[in-house]
């Protein structure tokens, strides 16, 4: 594990749920939640404080590969449950990793949503705000998009 996978795992995240998890949650709920899922080999439940954006009952997590959390969601469609604000939604997450247009449309709408994370991934945009497509093709191999459909 990578010196800085291990601030925000034993750091950082920690501070974060504390936080979220707090009366003074409002200073970051709006675009920081915590999803909840079981560990896929050892079934344990945990929980990680991921940005977010929230379409309707879409929730859309975005990282890279070099994070560890979403290798749990591989397969058909993973429950979970998304604690935004202090209260929990349960949905099913679906992964995807590998360049594809369906990767590529989530992290469209993800960084229109949030483009203060754009700098994170490495991604510019234009002056609209959209990401510019030429930054998305260099490194869509490498992002990590999961889609969180939230039960009615």
């Given at each position: 594990m990578s010196s800085s996978n291990s601030f925000y795992r034993y750091?950082?995240?920690p501070v974060m749920r504390g936080l979220l998890r707090s009366p003074l949650h409002g200073i970051t709920s709006r675009n920081i939640g915590i999803v909840h899922f079981t560990g896929r080999k050892s079934?344990?439940?945990?929980?990680t404080p991921l940005s977010y954006t929230r379409e309707g009952n879409v929730v859309r997590l975005?990282?890279?590969q070099n994070t560890r959390w979403w290798l749990n969601f591989r397969?058909?469609?993973?429950?979970?449950?998304?604690?935004?604000?202090?209260?929990?939604?349960?949905?099913t997450a679906v992964l995807?990793?590998?360049?594809?247009e369906a990767l590529r449309?989530?992290?469209r709408r993800?960084?229109?949503?949030?483009?203060?994370?754009?700098?994170?991934?490495?991604?510019?945009?234009?002056?609209?705000?959209e990401v510019v497509e030429s930054?998305?093709?260099?490194?869509?191999?490498?992002?990590?998009?999961?889609?969180i459909r939230l039960d009615a």
């Open positions: 750091f950082l995240n079934g344990r439940k945990l929980s975005l990282s890279n397969g058909e469609g993973v429950k979970v449950e998304m604690e935004i604000a202090r209260k929990r939604y349960p949905g995807h990793e590998g360049d594809s449309e989530g992290v993800f960084i229109r949503a949030l483009p203060r994370d754009a700098k994170v991934y490495g991604l510019k945009l234009d002056g609209n705000g930054s998305l093709a260099t490194i869509a191999d490498q992002l990590i998009l999961v889609e």
